[in-house]
Nanobody
Framework: QVQLQESGPGLVKPSQTLSLTCTVSGGSITSGFYYWNWIRQPPGKGLEWMGATTSSGSTYYSPSLKSRTSISSDTSKNQFTLQLSSVTPEDTAVYYC??????????????WGQGTQVTVSS
């Protein structure tokens, strides 16, 4: 069974770039055809889909975050990464990676990581 695990710094300063990694085990990110997503949940708010990359390397972004978001993959490490630039305290959230068989913005997603808290603060 596929498992996903997010990792990265828990604290980022305003104006910096947030970088998170999702490490996938139990399956290759290039096998089959899947959407590998990044999703976040700010405190007291709902889930927000940020973007996705596919097994073939295509990328999709939320229009509201597209100008600040980059998603890429490292097939040699079976990982995919999120970079969010010019962060503000409004980017404070629990960040999740997830996998889907079909393109999906709204939950439920097929497989989730446990999530990682990121706080933007000076």
């Amino acid at each position: 069974q596929v498992q996903l695990q997010e990792s990265g710094p828990g604290l980022v300063k305003p104006s910096q770039t947030l970088s998170l990694t999702c490490t996938v085990s139990g399956g290759s990110i290039t096998s089959g055809f899947y959407y590998w997503n990044w999703i976040r949940q700010p405190p007291g708010k709902g889930l927000e889909w940020m973007g996705a990359t596919t097994s073939s390397g295509s990328t999709y972004y939320s229009p509201s975050l597209k100008s600040r978001t980059s998603i890429s993959s490292d097939t040699s490490k079976n990982q995919f990464t999120l970079q969010l630039s010019s962060v503000t305290p409004e980017d404070t959230a629990v960040y999740y990676c997830a996998r889907d068989e079909v393109f999906r913005v709204e939950p439920p997603h097929d497989y989730w990581g446990q999530g990682t808290q990121v706080t933007v603060s000076s």
